[in-house]
């Protein structure tokens, strides 16, 4: 059954391509195919579960180029970060070289590509691309744009616009706002549209967003959009303008196909087809050339990387990831407790089948490289998981005491902790977590509830010899060997320390 309905799919697909390439041979309408993708996050590798990786987009889009005479690929920004090691040991500038290997024709840069990364890092990726990065809307102090606006690409007689952008950033950041910056993307797609085709926007900006600057600059034809790694099946039509706005959804998973015929004397689209191309290991030929490339680099800057785990009988999700991360750094850092926040740390889950040291660095190593160690009373720890409870309802994952749950008239919950309250205990957790989860919520608590323990005292961390994939592969080798699974273990954990529940 399967089998017969993804005939009938390649079958609609043939008749629709027939359908595009005979409307294109009249009068002055040109093909063009499109292909995108967005928010790489450093996934240089063929991915884990069988799916996606930068060599299986390398494949599909040198067989769509020997297929197709007028072809063009963009990238909708943030390139970098979240991803696999060995990217992450070149700070992401092995995956802009990837990417021009793969012959990308126009990438936006992204916020994780641009927030907090030094000028001479960004000098880093353009010099690996092999081009500069397009963003209109971050600028100098003097007002001056710091990345190319835009560039012009000639494809099967089609002179093609590509203007970059990024979501807005915030004020003092140094860039436009939101409406500046489409007042702007309207200035530049005009005077583009002048000389051009068909212009194109690639904007590190979430689909409902970039619906709206459609409205403003009603010369783009065709929006690439990113930020939110949304899996958008089919092209969204902006009723007003008639753009269309695709996105490809994260990691190399997808590339996104958008087939179009384009009338050269209004610069319209007449006739279009998108849907997204998943980067499945079952269907897709992976560029051998790039399969090699990355597994070499891997070998010298990572070898660490492709080393075995454990086999994992099924998907573990990043809540029990957490608690196996808060025990390991734990067991590292040999402290009392152990503190890995799910959401703060965790980036993506451990996949069921062979794990390897990337999959563990993928889940929490980047944001769990540095990790710190403070010394904090009992009544300190019960109202920091307290606070993440009320203030943020994130709950906490940890190990090394337990709670009792009860709720609190008029909803919500209190949780007492088996800790002796004045007591001080020795406390491990990311340094992330320590500054934007702790230290935060002892700086909101100040002004509102000054008899909290957390404000009694300037707390204080030191850095350790400890970080999140060291200790969790170390943690996980040995539940493995002892014959367990890791999800038995991680049920375990919270057994250990949870209370009986108070009605
Ligand atoms: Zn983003």
């Not at 599909?60 to 197709?68: C, G, K, S």
């Not at 005009?190 to 590190?204: N, S």
């Not at 384009?262 to 007449?270: F, N």
Request: hydrophobic residues 45%; aromatic residues 6%; contains cysteine.
């Amino acid at each position: 059954m399967r089998h017969r309905s993804k005939l009938w799919r390649h079958l609609i697909h043939g008749l629709l391509a027939f359908v595009v390439v005979t409307v294109a041979t009249w009068g002055a309408e040109r093909r063009l195919v499109l292909l995108h993708t967005n928010d790489l996050h450093d996934h240089v590798r063929a991915g884990d579960d069988r799916r996606g990786g930068l060599p299986y987009v390398a494949g599909y889009v040198r067989q769509v180029r020997a297929e197709e005479a007028a072809v063009l690929l963009v990238d909708a920004g943030d390139v970098t970060e979240k991803g696999d090691l060995v990217a992450s040991r070149t700070e992401g500038v092995m995956t802009y070289e990837a990417m021009r290997r793969i012959g990308y024709d126009g990438v936006a840069v992204g916020n994780h590509d641009f927030d907090d990364v030094p000028p001479e890092r960004i000098q880093r990726f353009e010099s690996a691309l092999g081009q500069a990065l397009l963003c209109l809307n971050i600028l100098q102090a003097d007002g001056r744009p710091v990345f190319a606006a835009s560039r012009v690409v000639e494809r099967g007689g089609l002179r093609v616009a590509l203007i970059g952008m990024i979501v807005p950033r915030k004020p003092g950041q140094g860039g436009l706002d939101f409406k500046e910056s489409g007042a702007a993307l309207a200035r530049e797609a005009k005077r583009l549209r002048a000389v051009c085709d068909l212009v194109v926007a690639v904007c590190h900006e979430r689909v409902p967003k970039c619906v709206e600057w459609s409205l403003a600059a009603p010369d783009v034809a065709v929006f690439v959009s990113g930020h939110s790694h949304q899996a958008l099946a089919e092209p969204v039509v902006v009723p007003e303008t008639g753009a269309l706005v695709v996105q490809a959804g994260k990691y190399a998973q997808w590339v996104g196909r958008l087939d179009l015929v384009i009338s050269s004397e209004t610069g319209r689209v007449v006739r279009h087809q998108g849907r997204l191309v998943p980067m499945d290991h079952g269907t897709i030929t992976p560029d051998g050339e790039m399969l090699a490339w990355v597994r070499e680099r891997e070998a010298i800057l990572a070898p660490e990387a492709a080393q075995r785990v454990g086999d994992n009988p099924a998907e573990l999700d990043g809540f029990a990831v957490a608690r196996l991360g808060a025990e390991a750094l734990r067991r590292a850092a040999r402290v009392d407790v152990g503190f890995c926040h799910p959401y703060q740390v965790i980036r993506e889950v451990l996949p069921a089948g062979r794990v390897d040291v990337n999959a563990v660095f993928k889940a929490g190593g980047d944001r769990g490289r540095e990790v710190v160690v403070a010394e904090l009373t009992g009544a300190e720890i019960e109202a920091y998981v307290n606070a993440l409870v009320s203030v943020q309802r994130e709950p906490p994952e940890w190990t090394g005491f337990r709670v009792r749950r009860a709720s609190v008239p008029g909803g919500g919950e209190r949780w007492s902790a088996d800790l002796e309250a004045t007591r001080r205990y020795r406390v491990v957790m990311p340094k992330i977590e320590w500054e934007t989860r702790l230290l935060k919520l002892v700086e909101q608590l100040r002004g509102r509830d000054p008899a909290n323990p957390l404000v009694a005292r300037p707390l204080t961390a030191a850095k350790v010899e400890v970080n999140f994939t060291d200790a969790t592969v170390a943690y996980l080798r040995e539940v493995d060997a002892a014959g367990e699974t890791w999800q038995r273990r991680a049920d375990a954990l919270v057994k250990q320390r949870e209370g009986e529940r108070i009605p």
